[in-house]
């Protein structure tokens, strides 16, 4: 990558604070907005300066997403997007993620670990609801976002995956015409939109499933290369054939046999991710992510104290006056997406003929001069040598005294009074302590939200589990009168058979060590009527379902009560040990 501009340093009505990168398309920064009495709260600001962006066609791609980006929420969605262009530079604007984008993460892992199996698929689950999310740009764009790589997803410190950029698929496309732009982001575009150029729906679903692959494989898939070769980065294993399955639905290089539905896609994923031997949550990934970037963490903490605490008016002391107002914003959106006018370019001093042209000041016209002294005082001096001449040549021939010579005054020319740098005006939906005020308000309703969410589905457990025990209860007073308990019994249950459970590769990979519980209905024939499992590993790896299929092929000699066979319920202990 080659290296950012200077920070901090003006741009608009921002602060660019500090280069955290670059890449083909542009550069990324952290940023402060002008005039408030401190920088935060921070944005990232990725500007879109590279040659080989078509600039008119992301404008008039911005102009578009702009009217629609204010109905894409969600959780996996940045907040605060803005958009537009300051000066020649297009860009896009969002709330600051304390953390990294994806792109980051994934190209951090050869000096770090590899991305477990189950935070791979929780990202791409992530993907797939800020898709859905999105639903309104597909309508307009044909895509929910159209350049759906993994420069454009953050990753938080607390493990919260949020995208940003959508509809902006159809002004960042012509850029991959260029060879460096196609060896970056080619690999995360379907390739039939690589062909068109137009954003789609089962393009963004081959982006999902590419960034899949590379999370889990180490590499994004190449064409031509099977994905049945394809082996896990984490332990070299190949890719799980449940797993395989997903990618091909989304990955295949014929559209017509590629998935079409994000909702269809993200179902039978989340099906897989909550349901199979995996482990997801943002806890787990936060918990990933802190001990591999331990150090970076800190460091950005510092970083933004610093950058908090910069003086907004030093900078602004290299800007000239602006008599002419400069170009605005490319994009004249209304409500908060509206950019205010940039500042001009520094003052020029070189004489201009003609009008003065927008972005140009025009200063005081240089005063003509001889060896760098003033005309008017070289002609002074030589008016004062001409009169000394002709007095000397009437005075006697006595030789007086040389008279010593003064050197003419040279008056330092007066300074141009300057004129005061017009100040940007920010009013209504604009004026960043608004924009705070509302993005707190918004944090605490979701805060709210997320609260009730976890209360109901608590209760809604509860629930689930009275609902069973009070079944498991009614079934053994009414329907099985030979169902004994098992404090009443004259004999328990003795095992004739066992089958032993095998752990799980995600339990081996992890080291899982524990002891699952589970209860077993045996019937008067010693055959497993019922399996229950009531305590499984921790964390949960899949042990506890290999347990109860294991359980439900052991045979036990029956429990008797009054020398008669009956059923009864027993506990069953399987211990694992890695």
Request: aromatic fraction near 6%; charged fraction near 20%.
């Amino acid at each position: 990558m080659s290296a950012p501009a200077q920070s901090p340093r003006p741009f608009g009505p921002y602060v660019l604070t500090r280069a955290l990168g670059s890449d083909a398309l542009g550069e990324i920064w952290r940023a402060g907005t002008v005039g408030a009495p401190r920088l935060k709260p921070f944005l990232l600001i990725r500007t879109f300066g590279s040659a080989v962006i078509d600039r008119p066609a992301l404008l008039a791609a911005m102009e578009t997403a702009v009217n629609l980006v204010d109905d894409v929420q969600g959780a996996a969605i940045v907040r605060g997007t803005v958009m537009g262009a300051i000066g020649d530079t297009p860009f896009v604007g969002t709330a600051y993620v304390e953390g990294r984008t994806l792109d980051h993460l994934l190209g951090a892992r050869p000096v770090g670990s590899p991305l477990p199996v189950e935070h791979g698929l929780l990202i791409a689950e992530r993907l797939l609801a800020a898709l859905e999310a999105g639903i309104s740009v597909e309508r307009f764009t044909g895509a929910a976002h159209g350049f759906l790589v993994p420069a454009f997803v953050c990753i938080s410190n607390e493990g919260e995956t949020r995208v940003f950029g959508h509809g902006l698929g159809a002004g960042l496309l012509p850029a991959l015409n260029h060879a460096r732009v196609r060896q970056t982001f080619g690999p995360y575009i379907a390739p039939e939109v690589l062909v068109t150029g137009k954003p789609s729906t089962l393009g963004d679903l081959y982006s999902v499933g590419a960034i899949l692959h590379e999370a889990l494989t180490g590499r994004a898939p190449t064409p031509g290369v099977t994905l049945e070769s394809a082996t896990l980065a984490i332990d070299g294993t190949p890719v799980p054939e449940d797993i395989l399955h997903l990618l091909r639905r989304v990955l295949n290089p014929d559209p017509l046999q590629r998935d079409r539905q994000v909702s269809a896609f993200r179902k039978d994923l989340s099906a897989l991710l909550y349901g199979g031997p995996y482990a997801p949550s943002t806890f787990n990934l936060a918990f990933f992510l802190q001990r591999r970037f331990e150090q970076a963490i800190q460091r950005e903490k510092l970083d933004m104290a610093e950058e908090e605490e910069i003086d907004q008016k030093a900078l602004a002391m290299p800007f000239a006056p602006a008599p002419v107002p400069v170009r605005r914003s490319a994009v004249e959106a209304s409500g908060s997406r509206r950019l205010p006018v940039p500042p001009a370019r520094p003052l020029e001093r070189t004489p201009r003929s003609g009008p003065v042209p927008a972005r140009a000041v025009a200063g005081p016209a240089p005063k003509k001069s001889l060896g760098g002294a003033p005309l008017w005082a070289v002609a002074g001096g030589a008016v004062l040598l001409l009169a000394a001449g002709a007095f000397l040549a009437l005075k006697p021939s006595a030789p007086p005294p040389a008279p010593i010579p003064t050197p003419a005054p040279v008056p330092t020319p007066a300074s141009p009074t300057p004129v005061p740098t017009r100040a940007t005006v920010v009013v209504g939906k604009e004026d960043p302590l608004f924009q705070a005020a509302v993005e707190k308000k918004l944090q605490e309703d979701l805060n709210r939200r997320e609260a009730k969410s976890a209360r109901d589905q608590e209760l809604a457990a509860k629930k689930r589990r009275a609902e069973i025990d009070k079944t498991s209860e009614g079934a053994g007073k009414s329907k099985d009168s030979d169902l004994v308990d098992t404090e009443l019994i004259d004999t328990p249950p003795v095992v004739v058979k066992q089958v032993h459970p095998q752990p799980t590769r995600i339990a081996l990979q992890r080291r899982v060590s524990g002891v699952v519980l589970l209860r077993v209905l045996v019937d008067a024939n010693g055959a497993p009527e019922t399996v229950e499992i009531v305590r499984d590993t921790t964390p949960k790896v899949g042990l506890g379902e290999v347990s109860k299929a294991a359980l439900e092929q052991w045979r036990w000699k029956p429990a008797t009560k009054d020398g008669h066979k009956v059923k009864t319920w027993i506990v069953v202990q399987v211990p694992f040990k890695n």
